[in-house]
């Protein structure tokens, strides 16, 4: 199976690689015609021989001998480039499946199912409809330093019409733009710890949860860089590695905040893979199933927006205030349902937990419902 998976990936990363050498390729060898005749041997020429020579398509049987190899050269390259892009969609898949073919951990009695995809959005669902009055006042938080960013962002321009110096506004800029993305992951971490809570029932004391969220900031910050990292070395290592990291290491900035062990940086990305091994597809269809769900919620909640909004610029015209208050509506409308995918995502880190055993030092520990 080893050596089956090797060749796989193998073939795929050649044919992903060789593919524009290809094309390129047979773009250098095409044979070039010279054209840079005289008046002399224009005049040696009749219509049709001139036509000839201007046609992109010299007949082999009226080419010198390079040309002719070089077209045939071309074809076969050609051909080749097509065969290699054709073979992406044939080893790029089987790559995915011989690695993520289901196996349990070594060593480890047999496992519980994970959560059906029917009992994610309903269990998820039921948990944004009921409690969404405890994600108010972090959304509102939220949407209130976006919208102070981007009102810096609108005054940068006019910033020298006040004499105010450009290295001024630069810096000004970074640190608005630092604080911007201190407070988005604070506010993510609140809002994974409340859905959290609310899923295994346990009390949400928001000033608690405030608190310790703060100082998980550093280590979740460091979490989801290390998870990019992997994931961006893997699409450039052919594709196929970064598709599977992607769905191997998702985890880790949730076992950062929700595990009760301590489970920071490359620890962290141990414990979503050990959750993960063995059950790729299984958690890459949730995943899609439940991001597609939410991606279709967005879309409408967009539209119920958008189409009033285009029929009145479209009857009034534009107008600045109507631009901002659409533009103010349009970044709160696509935070509503932040906490709705977070929850599907708390949901399924929870069975992966629960349905896992757990005799392994990455094994974040089983939560208690009370």
Known sequence: MKKIIFKTLLVAALLLAISPIFSNICQASQPELNLNLNAN??????????????SDYIPIGQSDVRSTVARIISAILSLLGILCFLGIFVCVPLGIYFLTKKELVSG????????????????GWNLFKNNYQQFVNPLLILAGS???????????????????PM????????????????????????????????YLSQPVEMRKIYEESFSKVPSYLWANILNFLVVFAGLILFVIPGIIFSIWFTFAPYVNILADTDNKGVASLKSSYYLTKGRWLDVFIRLFVCGLVVGLASLALVLILVIPYGIITFMVGENLILSIVYNILMSILSLILTPLSLAFVVILYYSLVETRPSNNKFQPTAPTQI
């Not at 219509?47 to 020579?53: A, T």
């Not at 630069?170 to 993305?181: E, V």
């Open 41 to 54: 041997d224009l005049r040696n020429l009749n219509l049709g021989e001139f036509e000839n020579l201007n």
């Open 108 to 123: 480890t009695p047999g496992e519980k199912p994970l959560v059906d995809i029917g009992e994610i959005l309903k269990k």
């Open 167 to 198: 290295l001024l506004v630069i810096l000004g800029f970074l640190l608005f733009a630092l604080a911007y993305i201190f407070i988005s992951l604070w506010i993510t971490i609140v809002i994974i710890k409340i859905i959290a809570n609310l």
């Open 146 to 164: 976006y919208l102070v960013f981007m009102l810096v962002l609108g005054v940068m321009p006019y910033a020298e019409t006040y004499g105010i």
